[in-house]
Each structure stands twice: as C-alpha cells, then as structure tokens.
C-alpha cells in the first residue's frame, strides 16, 4: 500500500484507512493548554477531547500543546510537521487493531524556543483549563522535607530570571501575573500525572513558589484558580520504530510519531473547574466529588504492580512486562503482594469491585502485543517507589501488618541498581538519581540498610526496625539464591 504524509491537506485521503476527525478543524480554538504533549496524554486526555469535538457546540475545547523541555524538541517537530495529527493505535487483547487519527491538538508550542509565546497563550482569556502530564519528578517535591525543592538548579534560574522560565512553576507564575494584571477572570489547572491528590499536590507546590517568586500573587490564586484532581488510567507504552514502520505497510500512513496504547481506559475527575469544562463525561470520563478512593486504589495496585514487575522483571533478564508477568512466580507474588499488603490499607471503595479490578491488572498486563518496555517501567523509580510502594509499607507498619512482599521489591530495587542483571548484562537506568542510587547500591553490598538512608526515596523507614530486618533478609537471600528461587521461597511461605 502506498504510504501518504499525515497532515491536515492529507486527511481526506485516509478516511478508507483509518478513523478520523469528522469536524471541522479549522474551526477549533484552544481552550485546553496541556503541558507535556507524550505518549500518555495523546492516548488519553487527548483522545477523550477528540471523542467530544465529535458533538457539535464544543469547538472551543480544542488543545494547544506545549512542549517544556529542550528535549521535546522532537514530538513539537512531529506535531508542527502533521499539523497536531497523529495516529492512535489500541493493541486490544486479541491482536487486532484499531487504528483511530487524533485532531484535537490544533496549537502546539515549543516553550524553550518561545518562552513568552508560551506564557502569553496561558493567560489568554480563551483559555480556561492548563492540564499537565509532567510525570512525578516535575513536581519538585521533597519526599523528606514534604516541601518545595528550592534547590533545584532549574528553580534557581526561574527566580533569577522570571521572563524565560525553564519549570511549569515558573511559565505558570508568570501568566497568572498576565491573568490578574489583566483583570481577567482565573482558570483551572488540572494534573493528570500519577500522584495521589494530585490537584491539591499542584496547588501546595505552585503556591510554594509564589511565595517567594511573586507574594503579591499568593491571594489572587487562592480566589481565582481551581484544582481539580484526577486519576488517568491507560498503559502506553514508548512507540517503537518497527510500529511506525507497520503502520505504513499496513495502513499506508506515514506517522513520524503515532502512539500505541491498550484498550482499556479511565479517567475519574474532581468536578471542580472556575471558568467551565468540557463535557468529558459524555465520551466515558467520570465526574465525582472526591477522587480520593480511585487514585489510592489505581497508584496502589496498577503504578506499583508495575514497579514490581519491572524490578523483578529486570533483574531476571526480561525486557518486557507481558514476559514478567506471565512468568508464573512473578505472577504469584504480584497477586500475593496485592492481596495481602496493598488490599487491606485501601480502605472503604464504594461501588468498586476490587477483585475485578485485580484481575483485570493481570489481563493489561500480560497483554502480549502491548510489550510495555521494563526500561519505561523503571524510569524514574526514585520517584515512583515513594508515591507508589512506600505509602502501603507505612500504612502496613501503622497497623502491624504484613509487608515482607514490599521489603523483598525494595530488596531487589536496591540490587538492580548496581546496574547489572542476574545473567550479568548491564541494565539501562534512566533516572535522575541513578549516580547517587549506584553510590548508595555500593554501599548496601557491605551493609544493606544503608540504601535505605535515601530519605529523599524512603522517608523514615531507615528508622523501622522490623522493616529494616525484613529488607535485610530479602536482600541477603536475592544475592544468594537469585530472584526466582527467593519467589518460588516466598511465595510458600507467606
């Protein structure tokens, strides 16, 4: 099949190939400006507003994409080159796609580039919700302190030079300013990354800046601007070349930059937005007055049986989640783990069955044409394990409870991080504190608790005398026996 160009001239050639925009696009302003345009938020706050621009009396709830960083220089590249089209690909459960064009992209900026540019279509009156996926590490919170990391080199420069920020706090700092010298009316900024609260986590670190930024703004944000927490909820994984290359052969478009994702979906928002919302509930989102139960249940289960399986998965040599997960000892565990740790600190779940859920887990994640990337999975922990794992190990030591499942995930955490796999292959570490994690793993060879003097990663746990005796012994016997035979162990036993 001849391969065509995606771009806003070319859509009316793949109406025979794919799904696509039946609306107008030229006629969609951006209501909507989303900071961190990757893979999760093309598959699915994007995809959700391309759904509703569907129903006629919505074309002011287009998006305009915002690239942060210097190095998403690539996807804004893509995006402009397309004219903010891109293809969405669902790998459902039996092989077969579904192949879907997404529209609702119809502005995108390139923030180092054009910083004012960035921070004048932020305060623009259209606009009347800012959403983010800046993953969990761009909240610069200090798990230690539980306070704003002023540290930070890039906080620095953004105090120092206000006009060309380099964080979301100091492009947000600067068009609130816009906002209220303009005396126009407040906003509603919307976090969609994987951080429990993570509404009322935006607003302490915003005002945290402001505070010392800009003091005179602090009052007119708590009276203006609104935030409202989510939990989101699809597994995509990183695009890979050989699917932009299948998409061609198979469809003939011609994708610099398409996103594969899993059927599954979900979207649970706090209905509190000051300037209006799109009716996202009419394409499957949910509006509900606290979302606190769902995203404690999802970061709990969904983001930390990840890090288990990536952890886990990693050392014994795979690369993928589906392999990990379908290894019947790992599988074991990770049910284990969910059953008899994380289930009875998640408290009252109304209306959810949580044996469902579970279950469906189990099913996403043994999705063999999904192959979710294991070095995706643990990009990052140093900030994930904090908001995903430790929170159950605390909740279990408050009640005297079961958490030996959670010390052995740390255990083998802190040997992964020596970098080299059970078979002896380095392992490919993508995280912010990976010199400092290897240091620390060094150290741990002599003495294991001392990885645990991360206080930034594990808070006081150092200080859990039973916590700390259980790591030792998982740790101990994974540099002994490997991890799987310390599965098949544990998994009789607990």
Sequence with gaps: MESIKLNAQNLHKFTDRAAVPKYDRTKVK????????????RAHQAF????????????????????????????????????????????ELDGSLTT??????????????NPKAVIEKMADASVKIISLTITEGGYNYNEA????????????????????????FGYLTQALKLRKDGNLKGLSIQSCDNIQGNGHMTQKMLLSYVEKAAPDLVEWIQLNISFPNSMVDRITPATLPKEIESLKETSGIDDAWPVVCEPFKQWVIED???????????????????VAPYEKMKLSLLNAGHSVLGILGALIGYTTIDETVNNKNIRAF?????????????????????KNYKHSLLQRFGNIYIKDQIDRICSESSVKIPIFIVPTIKSQLKQHGNFNSAAFVIAAWAIYSLGIDEKGNPLNIKDAMADILYEKAKEAKEKPALFLELETVFDNLKESAVFVKAYTKAYQEIMKN?????????????
């Design 30 to 41: 951006a209501g909507i400006i989303h900071v961190g345009i990757g893979g999760f938020h």
């Design 48 to 91: 959700y507003t391309d759904q509703l621009l569907h129903t006629k009396g919505n074309e002011n709830w287009g998006i305009c994409g915002v690239a942060l960083l210097n190095f998403d220089d690539r996807i804004y590249k893509t995006l402009k080159e397309q004219d903010g089209l891109y293809t969405l690909i669902v790998k």
């Design 100 to 113: 879907t064009i997404i529209g609702s992209i119809v502005e995108y900026l390139f923030a180092p580039e």
């Design 145 to 168: 302190t539980k306070q704003f990391d002023f540290k930070n080199p890039s906080i620095q420069h953004d105090l120092e030079n206000p006009s060309h920020p380099k964080t979301i």
């Design 272 to 290: 509190d937005f000051v300037a209006g919302r799109p009716a996202w509930e009419t394409v499957g989102a949910q509006f509900v007055a606290d």
């Design 334 to 354: 990770l049910n284990r783990y969910m059953d008899t740790e994380v289930t009875p600190v998640l408290g009252d779940l109304e209306g959810i069955n949580l």
């Design 482 to 494: 490997g991890v799987e035979e310390c599965l098949i162990a544990h998994n009789s036993t607990v």
